[in-house]
């Protein structure tokens, strides 16, 4: 060692091994920039850039070499072979490119480090075959040990040197990589110096063919310009290729990062580049994840994706982000080329909206959206499933049909909302009784179903029970409306034995409980069925009977007791069936205020009497009977008064009737309604009082222009003084209020006489006529005055 160092610094021109450095670190770091510009071009560039690392390299080495012969100061005389001096540059520029192409072969193991190992022992042959051009006039002798010693640090530090620069845990390893070729280079040549030891002989004498050590300067000032060229050209190359991948790689990175889904762009399966969607997703920022094995985030299909088995078609996998659980994704491939070197961009797609979606979608297509109950697509399903059950079995199958009292009403009353919650409550009531083997569903609208295995109809009996009382306990709050409902139950196989006739006969069950007073449950009858087919073919024609033509009106007189004359007339609706004949008011009146038909139906009559009275020269008053059910329709003062326009008929000429049953459903609304009518013109009357509520505060609450007696209790004034004390209160009653009162039924002579005694204002019955059509009253109607001997005749 002490011999080394004693020829670097007594033996060398300290200036010119310095300058012999500066060349040796700038041929290294050329080296090393080249060497890792040559690992991302393909194809010739690759074995251009390949060459000319070589060149360089080779040519920093044997310029290193000679600037430091040229230090070296023997004190006699001296030159070079010029033959060995242009071998040794071709072994350093042969050898270094050798070592620079092995160390890129990716198949042998090792690579790096057999690739610097050569070029180490490049470095070695150019130095010796440069020590054999040496003529010095004297002879040399050399020291095995540290010629040895230089052999191994040239191969060591050069096989080293490759394996750092080329190693990709950190962007700054070539800076390493470059300091050990400098060492490598710089310690072989002064421990080889150091193995070297000459003995002056004047009688040796130096050829005169060898090169002068200033020639030889020329050649080192050649190579050295050479490196420096190839220095500045590799530099400005590297730059400016820098600056291209920055705004590629910004340029790409604001893509990626606009796109919603995540983006990977990947060398083999370590990851090159992330956008933030992606980190956003492993839960990492996007610089993290460079350098990271894909694998790491996506097991099991990184392989997959690398090899490029699956091409275009996406891959569901599950994404395993740094914390938390793992994340379904959709992972799509495609190969791309990135810096110049093929990569792969895997597109990975978070599928949780999707499936939740997907499980949303697939919820309602068998549930009902606002209970959360099943639908009836797969109450159908269950049942057909029960039904097969119940056969291998031999258990019965209740199924029960429920359907809430009055919610048309709520709608309408308390609004939409209420009655959404009230459908909600229901829901969450029943099936809070159920067991696993029962199943509730929504059928539509308020109308639910229950499937029930039971042994006998008892246990079906007793859940009804149960749904009733839970239900009625469930309505707690005084200012909403009150739940209440109705139960029909069919059971199978007692029943029928056919499907589509269980879920019938348990609807025929419920039309049975709610007629016989709601809030109820009944078992299926088979006389039932036979009413309720009856019922509904009755209700289905009545909703076309108008269209057909099968509804007419008839009108009965209304005359002033005192004078006879008649002073209007009550319209009456009939309807005379196609194939049933003369259907009674009784039957279809409220078949049609069940079913909502009574609306159009109400509307129509309404037209048509105030039409009819519109064109009678005589301006007789004209009485409709109004249902509770158009009392509390939305629209039905703007349908009057639309009727009224249109017709043209003098708002005082038209008479509402109306029961006292229709006020005590909404008595706001219906004040409310019949406020509205008087302010068109048009007047009130009570019908049939007596027989209601007969509540007097409805005379004080309701604008009423006239009170009318029922029937019933006309007929028994001849032979009963209870009903005659009861006419007097009320004839009594409407002078008091200043209403007029109005006898219906009088049908004898002894009535209306009892009545004129009592003053009665005016009456209406078979006495003064019978109901019929209009053309029968032409005398009255087309005349200017009526008198008692213009009474129309009694008609049939």
Not at 450 to 463: K, T
Request: hydrophobic share 45%; with cysteine.
């Amino acid at each position: 060692m002490l011999k080394v160092v004693g020829c670097f610094v007594g033996a060398h021109d300290l200036w010119l091994v310095s300058l012999a450095a500066v060349i040796c670190t700038l041929a290294a770091s050329t080296c090393v920039e080249l060497l890792r510009h040559t690992r991302r071009a393909t194809g010739r560039l690759h074995a251009t850039w390949l060459g000319v690392a070589a060149v360089a390299g080779g040519s920093g080495i044997w310029a290193t070499h000679f600037v430091a012969m040229l230090a070296f100061e023997p004190s006699v005389p001296n030159g070079y072979d010029l033959g060995l001096t242009a071998l040794s540059l071709v072994y350093a520029i042969v050898l270094t490119g050798i070592g620079l192409t092995l160390a890129q072969v990716r198949f042998i193991p090792f690579a790096a480090l057999l690739g610097g190992g050569v070029l180490g022992g490049g470095i070695a042959a150019m130095h010796y075959t440069g020590m054999a051009a040496y003529e010095v006039a004297g002879h040399i002798q050399w020291d095995p040990t540290l010629v040895a010693v230089s052999l191994g640090l040239g191969t060591l530090l050069g096989a080293a040197a490759l394996q750092v620069a080329l190693s990709r845990r950190d962007g700054r390893m070539h800076i390493v990589g470059a300091a050990l070729l400098l060492l490598a280079i710089v310690g072989h040549h002064f421990t080889a110096m150091g193995a070297v030891t000459i003995e002056p002989d004047p009688a040796i004498l130096i050829s005169e063919t060898a090169l002068p050590s200033r020639w030889l300067g020329v050649g080192v000032a050649l190579a050295s310009l050479t490196i420096l060229l190839l220095a500045c050209a590799a530099l400005a190359l590297d730059i400016r290729e820098r600056r291209q991948a920055a705004l590629e790689h910004e340029r790409l990175n604001s893509l990626a990062n606009a796109a919603v889904e995540g983006l990977v762009v990947c060398r083999g399966e370590v990851i090159a580049s992330a956008n933030e969607s992606f980190a956003r997703l492993v839960g990492l920022g996007a610089a993290e994840l460079s350098g990271a094995d894909l694998s790491r985030f996506l097991p099991g299909a990184a392989g997959r994706l690398a090899l490029g088995g699956q091409g275009d078609q996406p891959v569901e996998a599950e994404l395993k982000p740094a914390e938390g659980r793992t994340i379904p994704v959709e992972v799509i491939m495609r190969p791309v080329t990135y810096g110049s070197q093929p990569h792969y961009a895997v597109a990975v797609r978070d599928l949780r909206a999707r499936r939740k979606a997907e499980g949303q979608i697939q919820f309602l297509a068998h549930h009902d959206a606002l209970t959360g109950l099943a639908n009836r697509a797969s109450f159908a399903l269950r049942l057909d499933q029960e039904l097969k059950l119940a056969d291998a079995t031999g258990r019965k199958l209740a199924v029960l049909c429920l359907d809430l009292d009055r919610f048309k009403e709520v709608n309408d009353l308390f609004g939409h909302a209420a009655g959404d919650a009230m459908l909600v409550t229901v829901a969450r009531s029943v099936t809070a009784l159920l067991d696993d083997t029962q199943m509730m569903a929504r059928l539509g609208g308020d109308e639910f179903a229950i499937l029930m295995p039971c042994e006998h109809a008892v246990a079906a009996g007793r859940l009804a029970e149960q749904i009733l009382e839970a239900l009625r306990n469930g309505s707690t709050d005084a200012a909403g409306p009150v739940i209440a409902t109705s139960v029909g139950i069919a059971l199978y196989p007692d029943d029928t034995q056919e499907r589509a006739l269980l879920l019938s006969y348990a609807d025929t069950a419920l039309y049975k409980a709610k007629s016989e007073g709601r809030g109820t449950y009944r078992f299926f009858e088979a006389k039932l069925g036979t009413q309720v087919r009856e019922r509904r073919l009755l209700e289905h024609d009545l909703r076309h009977a108008v269209a057909r033509g099968e509804m007419h009106l008839v009108y009965q007189p209304q005359t002033d007791v005192q004078t006879g004359a008649t002073i209007g007339f009550e319209v009456l609706l009939r309807w005379r069936h196609a194939e049933r004949g003369a259907v009674s008011p009784a039957v279809f009146i409220p078949i049609a205020e069940e079913s909502g038909a009574i609306l159009p139906i109400g509307e129509w009559v309404l037209r048509e009497a105030c039409r009819e009275a519109a064109s009678w020269p005589n301006p007789l008053s004209v009485a409709v009977n109004v249902s509770a059910v158009q009392v509390h329709a939305p629209h039905f003062v703007q349908v009057v008064h639309e009727v009224l326009f249109q017709t043209g008929l003098e708002p005082a000429r038209l008479e509402v009737e109306i029961t006292e049953t229709a006020l005590i459903r909404d008595p706001s609304r219906a004040q409310s309604t019949l406020r509205q009518l008087k302010a068109l013109g048009v007047r009130i009357a009570m019908d049939d009082f007596g027989t209601g509520y007969s509540s007097l505060s409805n005379l004080r609450t309701y604008p009423f222009d006239k009170i009318k007696i029922d029937g019933s209790f006309i007929r028994a004034v001849d032979g009963n003084e209870q009903t005659k004390a009861i006419v007097r209160s009320v004839l009594g009653l409407g002078r008091g209020l200043g209403l007029p009162v109005l006898a219906e039924g009088v049908e004898t002579a002894a009535e209306l006489r009892f009545l004129a005694d009592e003053n009665c204002q005016s009456a209406q019955g078979y006495l003064m006529g019978k109901p019929a059509p209009i053309e029968h009253f032409a005398a009255l109607t087309h005349s200017a005055l009526s008198s008692p001997e213009q009474r129309a005749p009694e008609a049939a």
